[in-house]
């Protein structure tokens, strides 16, 4: 059996493993939500231990907490931020309102190191306790958010640069396809010529254009309401205490951050959560326009438009000997198709909370944060295995784009609308390419269609 150390809290005792850095409130919360079993993602375990911290530092700034205590929390906050003891994180990701349960599991454990530097044993709260200790000048109320806040902050870093990568693949692709004329489509119908680098051009643009919406709400991510403790209003925090902890926090997490105006509001409102994942989802509608876009384009090889092709990455079909998918592109779409999901749970978990705080707060930060990663590691992977691997088929745009009905526009300023529409309609019937129809009828000269040909 286990080797056990009882623990007291305000609803009784119970066992907790000998060897856990958590304790009791932990272990009351691991038995409340058997839910999902996802874990807290490691940048907020990260972002709550930088909080400790930086609240411990604060603390003996202003004399409140001792330099002992404070000094073995401060190491132990560290080791956290280090990346040491997350397997302790056990609380899942769905769990008490607010995520006083997070935060409880975050006291135990940095408590419980800090004792154990201190060469005490773990439980022994008389030497550094979770609540009086640890989260001194703090509530979870404050804390989440701030948490919710720094987390976010450091996973788009990653995101950015996943979407500079896909912008720079797709500008690349623009300038290997500059030359290459194809028919562009409309109503999914024959339309007028394009360019396949001008298409490509287009996708770029719009990575590069949801990255600056993105980068917008940062400003707003990084006002703290870290003081406000309860309800915004700073009870039970001495006179300095927001000053000094938000001054530590810049210098630890290296964010110029800053303080909210209004602590009630900060702690009350999600809307700049709201905000961030609402360009996700943009980004995510645009990602399944691109990925439908590039799946169209390659579709076939033999029944399709097969003006592109995709690399093979693996063998597409269980049953058809040499069928390959367009697999990257659909796991593009099926992660996108997840985010808009998660905007949604977002939306409706911001609009849930009631006066003072929202505690809907821990589904908020769970699909914020799995929107960002997913994000990040699906673009990687879509970069790497697909765009910077996709070669045309110079031939069949070619012949795409002469056979398009949508060439007859062109003849407009030549022959007129109502004879080119004639061009057009005799074209189809006969199976001739548009030019072709044009110069039989004698309705262009041989110097005004290679004109034509060459403005492509």
Request: glycine share 8%; charged share 25%.
């Given at each position: 059996?286990?080797?056990?150390?009882?623990?007291?809290?305000?609803?009784?005792?119970?066992?907790?493993?000998?060897?856990?850095?958590?304790?009791?409130?932990?272990?009351?919360?691991?038995?409340?939500?058997?839910?999902?079993?996802?874990?807290?993602?490691?940048?907020?375990?990260?972002?709550?231990?930088?909080?400790?911290?930086?609240?411990?530092?604060?603390?003996?700034?202003?004399?409140?907490?001792?330099?002992?205590?404070?000094?073995?929390?401060?190491?132990?906050?560290?080791?956290?931020?280090?990346?040491?003891?997350?397997?302790?994180?056990?609380?899942?990701?769905?769990?008490?309102?607010?995520?006083?349960?997070?935060?409880?599991?975050?006291?135990?454990?940095?408590?419980?190191?800090?004792?154990?530097?201190?060469?005490?044993?773990?439980?022994?709260?008389?030497?550094?306790?979770?609540?009086?200790?640890?989260?001194?000048?703090?509530?979870?109320?404050?804390?989440?958010?701030?948490?919710?806040?720094?987390?976010?902050?450091?996973?788009?870093?990653?995101?950015?640069?996943?979407?500079?990568?896909?912008?720079?693949?797709?500008?690349?692709?623009?300038?290997?396809?500059?030359?290459?004329?194809?028919?562009?489509?409309?109503?999914?119908?024959?339309?007028?010529?394009?360019?396949?680098?001008?298409?490509?051009?287009?996708?770029?643009?719009?990575?590069?254009?949801?990255?600056?919406?993105?980068?917008?709400?940062?400003?707003?991510?990084?006002?703290?309401?870290?003081?406000?403790?309860?309800?915004?209003?700073?009870?039970?925090?001495?006179?300095?205490?927001?000053?000094?902890?938000?001054?530590?926090?810049?210098?630890?997490?290296?964010?110029?951050?800053?303080?909210?105006?209004?602590?009630?509001?900060?702690?009350?409102?999600?809307?700049?959560?709201?905000?961030?994942?609402?360009?996700?989802?943009?980004?995510?509608?645009?990602?399944?326009?691109?990925?439908?876009?590039?799946?169209?384009?390659?579709?076939?090889?033999?029944?399709?438009?097969?003006?592109?092709?995709?690399?093979?990455?693996?063998?597409?079909?269980?049953?058809?000997?040499?069928?390959?998918?367009?697999?990257?592109?659909?796991v593009l779409n099926m992660v996108a198709f997840q985010v808009i999901g998660n905007d949604l749970t977002i939306s409706i978990a911001a609009q849930g909370g009631?006066l003072e705080l929202n505690v809907m707060m821990p589904v908020i930060n769970f699909n914020l944060l799995q929107s960002i990663e997913i994000l990040e590691n699906?673009?990687?992977?879509?970069?790497?295995?697909?765009?910077?691997?996709?070669?045309?088929?110079?031939?069949?745009?070619?012949?795409?784009?002469?056979?398009?009905?949508?060439?007859?526009?062109?003849?407009?300023?030549?022959?007129?609308?109502?004879?080119?529409?004639?061009?057009?309609?005799?074209?189809?019937?006969?199976?001739?390419?548009?030019?072709?129809?044009?110069?039989?009828?004698?309705?262009?000269?041989?110097?005004?269609?290679?004109?034509?040909?060459?403005?492509?």
């Amino acid at each position: 059996m286990t080797e056990t150390r009882r623990e007291k809290d305000t609803l009784g005792e119970k066992d907790v493993p000998m060897d856990a850095y958590y304790g009791i409130q932990t272990v009351r919360a691991k038995e409340n939500f058997p839910i999902s079993g996802i874990a807290p993602h490691s940048n907020f375990i990260k972002a709550t231990a930088m909080i400790k911290r930086a609240a411990a530092e604060a603390n003996m700034a202003i004399g409140r907490l001792a330099h002992k205590a404070g000094g073995a929390i401060i190491n132990a906050a560290q080791e956290v931020i280090d990346g040491k003891f997350h397997d302790q994180f056990i609380v899942d990701v769905f769990q008490a309102g607010a995520g006083t349960s997070h935060n409880m599991n975050a006291n135990e454990v940095i408590a419980n190191r800090a004792i154990e530097l201190l060469e005490g044993e773990k439980g022994d709260y008389s030497l550094i306790h979770p609540n009086d200790h640890v989260n001194m000048s703090q509530s979870t109320n404050d804390v989440f958010p701030t948490a919710m806040r720094i987390a976010s902050l450091f996973l788009l870093q990653g995101l950015y640069a996943a979407l500079d990568g896909l912008s720079t693949a797709l500008s690349k692709k623009e300038e290997e396809f500059d030359e290459i004329v194809k028919s562009a489509r409309t109503h999914l119908q024959d339309a007028v010529p394009i360019r396949l680098g001008q298409e490509f051009g287009s996708y770029s643009l719009t990575i590069k254009k949801t990255v600056n919406r993105i980068r917008n709400t940062e400003a707003h991510l990084k006002e703290l309401g870290i003081g406000g403790t309860a309800a915004g209003t700073g009870i039970n925090t001495p006179p300095l205490y927001r000053e000094k902890v938000i001054e530590s926090l810049q210098k630890i997490t290296g964010i110029e951050l800053v303080p909210s105006t209004n602590m009630v509001e900060a702690m009350n409102s999600m809307a700049d959560f709201v905000e961030l994942s609402g360009y996700l989802r943009a980004l995510a509608v645009e990602l399944i326009r691109i990925a439908n876009d590039l799946r169209l384009m390659s579709s076939g090889p033999r029944t399709g438009l097969s003006e592109i092709s995709l690399p093979a990455v693996q063998p597409g079909s269980s049953i058809m000997p040499g069928k390959i998918n367009p697999v990257m592109a659909e796991v593009l779409n099926m992660v996108a198709f997840q985010v808009i999901g998660n905007d949604l749970t977002i939306s409706i978990a911001a609009q849930g909370g009631q006066l003072e705080l929202n505690v809907m707060m821990p589904v908020i930060n769970f699909n914020l944060l799995q929107s960002i990663e997913i994000l990040e590691n699906t673009l990687k992977v879509f970069t790497n295995k697909c765009v910077e691997g996709i070669k045309a088929d110079r031939e069949r745009c070619k012949e795409f784009a002469e056979k398009s009905v949508g060439l007859a526009t062109v003849l407009n300023p030549y022959i007129g609308y109502e004879a080119a529409a004639k061009v057009a309609k005799d074209a189809l019937i006969s199976g001739e390419k548009i030019m072709d129809a044009a110069l039989k009828k004698g309705l262009l000269s041989r110097e005004d269609a290679d004109k034509i040909i060459d403005s492509f």
